[in-house]
């Protein structure tokens, strides 16, 4: 792929409403949940909060954050010198962000893109989170 090409797939990746947020989404309404977006004010800017709650859920991406064992996250060949620093950089940041909100008294769970494509199997996995 060229510079150009790789530029412009590069462009189209979003930070936010990306497919495996909206899915999480879908499935805490259909679960009775009710929630905010992206809240700016807490440590790592969480995808969902319930604040009265006091939970937060991050929807990750399994090549951004480094998902372990999983195979979409496998490391760009490309500028070999340059993603796996960068990814590393990315995993360390969730690590400080989560331990940050723990701290605060935060309930935190993480839900991987690869978890996002089975509806019913992500209803039971968030199902324990939303009842503790």
């Given at each position: 792929m060229s510079?150009?090409?790789r530029r412009?797939?590069?462009a189209t990746i979003h930070r936010e409403n990306t497919k495996p947020e909206l899915a999480v989404r879908r499935a805490l309404?259909?679960?009775g949940a009710r929630y905010r977006l992206h809240a700016e004010e807490l440590p790592g800017?969480?995808?969902v909060v319930m604040r009265p709650a006091r939970r937060a859920i991050f929807v990750h991406g399994c090549l951004w954050h480094l998902h372990q064992?999983?195979?979409l996250a496998r490391v760009p060949t490309s500028r070999p010198e340059y993603w796996p620093a960068k990814l590393a950089r990315n995993k360390e940041r969730d690590r400080?962000?989560?331990e940050k909100l723990r701290r605060l008294?935060?309930?935190v769970e993480v839900v991987w893109?690869?978890?996002t494509r089975d509806h019913k199997a992500l209803e039971r996995r968030l199902r324990p989170f939303l009842a503790s």
């Amino acid at each position: 792929m060229s510079p150009s090409e790789r530029r412009a797939r590069m462009a189209t990746i979003h930070r936010e409403n990306t497919k495996p947020e909206l899915a999480v989404r879908r499935a805490l309404w259909r679960l009775g949940a009710r929630y905010r977006l992206h809240a700016e004010e807490l440590p790592g800017r969480p995808d969902v909060v319930m604040r009265p709650a006091r939970r937060a859920i991050f929807v990750h991406g399994c090549l951004w954050h480094l998902h372990q064992g999983c195979p979409l996250a496998r490391v760009p060949t490309s500028r070999p010198e340059y993603w796996p620093a960068k990814l590393a950089r990315n995993k360390e940041r969730d690590r400080r962000n989560l331990e940050k909100l723990r701290r605060l008294g935060w309930s935190v769970e993480v839900v991987w893109e690869c978890e996002t494509r089975d509806h019913k199997a992500l209803e039971r996995r968030l199902r324990p989170f939303l009842a503790s």
